[in-house]
């Protein structure tokens, strides 16, 4: 397992323009990714679930991946929400 936690910086917090994009990239590992925050866990591959998260700007985020290809997942998501300016 590997996992990274990082600070969300866009004043809007996880809204459903970015979400999409990192529900695609996550889609494109084998890779189990979860977000956590404020004690809830959702799958990254889910749109809805991820949304449902209610993520804010300044919440910290725990994102973990799980399986064959996790580091190259944990830096695809990350650098899909730095070039959606979420961190």
């Known amino acids: 397992m590997k996992s990274k936690i990082v600070k969300i910086i866009d004043q809007i917090g996880i809204h459903a323009r970015p979400a999409s ?37 300044n919440d910290k985020i725990e994102i973990q991946a799980i399986g064959i290809d996790e580091d190259e997942a944990i830096d695809g998501i990350c650098d899909i929400m730095k070039k959606t300016n979420l961190i």
């Open 21 to 57: 994009k990192v529900t695609n990239e996550a889609n494109k590992y084998k890779s189990d990714i979860k977000f956590s925050v404020g004690g809830k866990t959702a799958d990254a591959k889910s749109l809805i679930n991820l949304m449902a998260l209610g993520v804010k700007f």
